[in-house]
C-alpha cells in the first residue's frame, strides 16, 4: 500500500478509472482534478449514470477523509446517479467503511462501492495489466529498481537510484507511450522524433523501463559498430541510440558513415526475435538526413515508417506535467498559490515554448530567495526567453569552467572521453587565461570538472557530455565574441575539434565574408601539422576483450574537405599544401567505407571551384586520386560499393586518367561474386546469409554482373544450416489508456491546482 503514495492526485485518478473499467468492462470519462463537482469518472448509458470519486488522502487523518466526503454529499445529490462508487488510498477498516456508508445513506447502492487502500490493492492483482500500465506503481519498488541500476541504462545517463524516483515522480503518462509501445512491437525498430526539450530521450527510457521487467538486457550504442557486435539471436536485448544524427545540428560526416550502416543494422534487428532498437533525433535533423541521404527514405528501407513525433502535447497532460513538477518540487504553498492569480497558469501552460525541460527548471531551479509573488513572473520569463536558464549560471562560472565547457562543445558530440577533454583544455585553457590576464593552475581541469560535474555535465565511467542538449543549445548562441573565438583557431589539437570550430565560425559569421576570412587565416598553423595528428586509436573490446583500431577523429577526405573548404574562404595556397600532404601521409590511414565515397566528391570541388592557374591545383588532383585508389583497396564494406561506384561516375570525368580507380572498384565488385565463398566465411547464420544474398543482387542489377553462380554458393551454404528455435517474446500488456482527453478548461485547470494549495 506504500506505492499508493508514488502517485500524485492525478495519477491516482488514473489508477481508479483503470481498476473499475477492468472491473466492469465499463468506460469511465475523465475530469479535472480538484473542485471537480464530485466527479472523477463518469459512465453513462440511456439515463443511468455511474458516477466514481477519488480521495488520495494517504497522509491526511481519517477525520479529514470523512469530512471531505460528507462535503460530497450535495454534489450527490445534484447529480443523482444510479451508483457511486467511492475509492480512496486510505487504510479502511471495516468499521471506517461502515462510517463512510452512514455519510452517505442510501446513496451508496452497494457497501463494496467504498473502496479503501486494500481493495486497490486487491483489484491489482486481480488485474495485473492494470498495474504495468501504471509505470509508478511497480518502477519503484527495491528489486525493480536494481534491475535498471545493474541493466546500463542509469550508467548510461549517469543516473542514481533517487534521480530515478524523481524522474518517475514527475512523469505523466500520456499516448505516446502506447503509440510507440505499438509501433516498437509492430517494427521492432522505433525512431523518436521532436523539438528539443520535448521529453523524447523520458520516453525511450520509459519504454525500456518496461523491456528490463520483462528480463531484456539493456545496450545503449554510440556507434552501429557496437551495435552489430552486441547482436546475439539468443539474448533478448534492447539498443539505444540517443540523438543519432547529431545533438543540435546534422552531424553530416556521422550521417555518411552511417546511413548504409544503420539500414544494414536497421534489417537485422527487424529479422531478429530477440531485438528492439529505439533512437531519438530532433525532428528538423531528421527531416534533413531524409533530404541528403541515400539510405534514409529509399524503397527498401524507409526509416520514415519507424517515426513517431511526440511533443504535441494535449491541454491537460501540459498541465499535469506542471502539477508533477510543483508537487514534487521544494516550493511552499504561497508561491503556487501566486500562481492561481492573474491567469499566470493559463499563459504558463498555453505558452508557445512550453516543454518539459522548461518546466522542470522552473520548479526546481528558482532563486532561493524569490518571494511569492514573484514566481509566476519568473516561471513566465523563463518561457519567454528559454536561454535565461543557463545564461545566469554561466556567467557566475570561473574561467576554467567557462573553458572547459568550450572545450566540450566544440568536441565530439557523441562521445568524449575524459582523456581527449584534458588534451582540449589543456590546448586552450592557459593561452586564453594568459589573453585576459587571468590566473591558472596546473589542477585546474579537474577541479573544473568536479564544478560542473550534475549543473552542466554529466560523467559516465570515463566519458564527459552536457547534461542535456540545451547546454548545447545555449553556447551556440552564446559564443558569438569574435576576439575570444579568434584565439581559437591556433590552439586546435584534434581535427575534428578545428572542424567544429570553422563550422562554428561560419554560422556565426556567415554575413561578415572578410571576418570569416580573418578567421579563417588563423587555422594555418594548425593546418601545417593536420597530416601529424593520428585518426586511428586502438580500443579495447569491453566484450571479447582484445584490441582493435578504429577511426577517432577526421578521416583523410574530412581532413582534406575541411582545408579546401579554409583556402575557399582565405584565399591561402597554403592551406592547399597542407591538403597535399595529409593525401600522402604516412601517418594517416585510410578509412575505406568515408574516403571511397567522399574522395570523389573532393576531387569534383577541386576541378570546379580551385581556378587552373593556382599552383599545385594538379598535385593535388592526382593525390586525391591516389589516396582514392587506397582507399578502395582497403576493402570497400559490400553495402557500401555501388554507393562508391555510383560517387566515381557522378564526380569524375574522362579528363583524367580513370583506369587505376576503376580497376579497383571493379576488383572489390568481381571479389563479392568470384570469392563469394572467403566473402561468406565468417557468416553462420541463416539471417546473415539471407542478407547477403539481397546484396549480392542488388550490386549485380546495379552494375550488370550476373549474380546466380555467387548465389548458389550462398543457397548450398543455408542448406546446411539448422535453423534453432526460439521462444516467441509475448510482451505484457501495457493496457491501453482509454480515458478520453475532454476539453480541459480554464476552471479545470485551476481546480487541478488548487489541490496542491490546500
Known sequence: MKRLGNLSPPDFEDLCRDILQAETGQRFSAFGAGADGGVDGRHSKGPKSTIIQCKHYLNSTFSQLKSALKKEVPKIDLLKPSRYIFLTSQSLTRARSDELADV???????????????????????????????????????????????????????????????????????????????????????????????????????????????????????????????LDEEKRTIFFFDDFLGQIELDRQALVQRDGQLARFVKRVRASQNSRFILTTRAHIFEEARRLSDHMDEGRFQLSKFLLDVGQYTRSIKARILFNHLAA?????????????????????????????????????FPEDLEPSAYPKFAFRTLENPALIWAKAYRSLSMRCQNLLVALYFGNQYRQSIKVLRESFNAIHNKICEHYSQPSKPDDFEEALKSLESGFVAISGNQVRFVNPSVRDFLKEHLSDGDFLGLLPPLCVRAE?????????????????????????????????????????????EQYHYWYSELDDLSIAERS??????????????????????????????????????????????????????????????????????????????????????????????????????QAINSAIDYEFDEVSQAISDLSSERELNEHLELLDFIAKHTGRSAEAARNVVLEKISEIEVPDYDDYRPSSRGRSSHADSEFSDNDLVSLFSTLSK
Open 497 to 541: 575539434w578545428a572542424q567544429s570550430l570553422w563550422s562554428h565560425l561560419k554560422q556565426t559569421f556567415q554575413t561578415d565574408p572578410e571576418k570569416l576570412k580573418e578567421l579563417a587565416q588563423k587555422f594555418c598553423e594548425f593546418a601545417n601539422n593536420l597530416d601529424q595528428i593520428p585518426n586511428f586509436a586502438k580500443v579495447k573490446s
Open 104 to 230: 452517505l445513506g442510501d446513496r451508496l447502492k452497494h457497501p463494496e462501492d467504498i473502496w479503501g487502500a486494500e481493495d486497490i490493492e486487491a483489484a491489482l492483482k486481480r488485474h495485473p495489466d492494470v498495474e504495468k500500465a501504471n509505470l509508478k506503481l511497480w518502477m519503484t519498488s527495491t528489486a525493480v529498481l536494481e534491475k535498471v541500476l545493474q541493466s546500463g541504462l542509469e550508467a548510461h545517463t549517469a543516473a542514481t537510484k533517487a534521480e530515478i524516483l524523481d524522474e518517475l515522480r514527475v512523469y505523466v503518462r500520456n499516448p505516446s507511450f502506447e503509440a510507440a509501445f505499438e509501433k516498437l512491437e509492430r517494427h521492432r525498430v522505433l525512431v523518436v522524433s521532436g523539438p528539443p526539450g520535448v521529453g523524447k530521450t523520458t520516453l525511450a527510457k520509459m519504454l525500456t523501463y518496461h523491456y528490463l521487467d520483462d528480463d531484456w538486457q539493456f545496450c545503449a550504442i554510440r556507434s552501429l559498430d557496437d551495435g552489430f557486435a552486441r
Open 329 to 365: 518540487s521544494d516550493l511552499n504553498r504561497e508561491h503556487i498559490e501566486a500562481l492561481l492569480q492573474d491567469d499566470w497558469l493559463k499563459k504558463i501552460v498555453d505558452h508557445p515554448n512550453y516543454n518539459p525541460r522548461l518546466i522542470a527548471h522552473v520548479a526546481a531551479e
Open 561 to 662: 574537405s575541411l582545408l579546401l573548404d579554409l583556402f575557399e574562404h582565405s584565399g591561402d595556397r597554403g592551406f592547399l599544401d597542407a591538403a597535399i600532404s595529409v593525401l600522402k601521409s604516412d601517418i594517416l590511414w585510410v578509412d575505406a567505407s568515408r574516403d571511397s565515397r567522399e574522395l570523389p566528391e573532393l576531387h569534383w570541388r577541386i576541378s570546379s571551384f580551385v581556378d587552373d592557374d593556382v599552383d599545385g591545383k594538379e598535385d593535388l588532383q592526382v593525390s586525391v586520386e591516389t589516396a582514392l585508389v587506397r582507399s578502395i583497396e582497403a576493402g570497400v564494406p559490400m553495402d557500401e560499393l555501388v554507393a562508391v561506384k555510383d560517387a566515381i561516375d557522378e564526380y569524375l570525368n574522362e579528363a583524367i586518367d580513370l583506369e587505376p580507380i576503376e
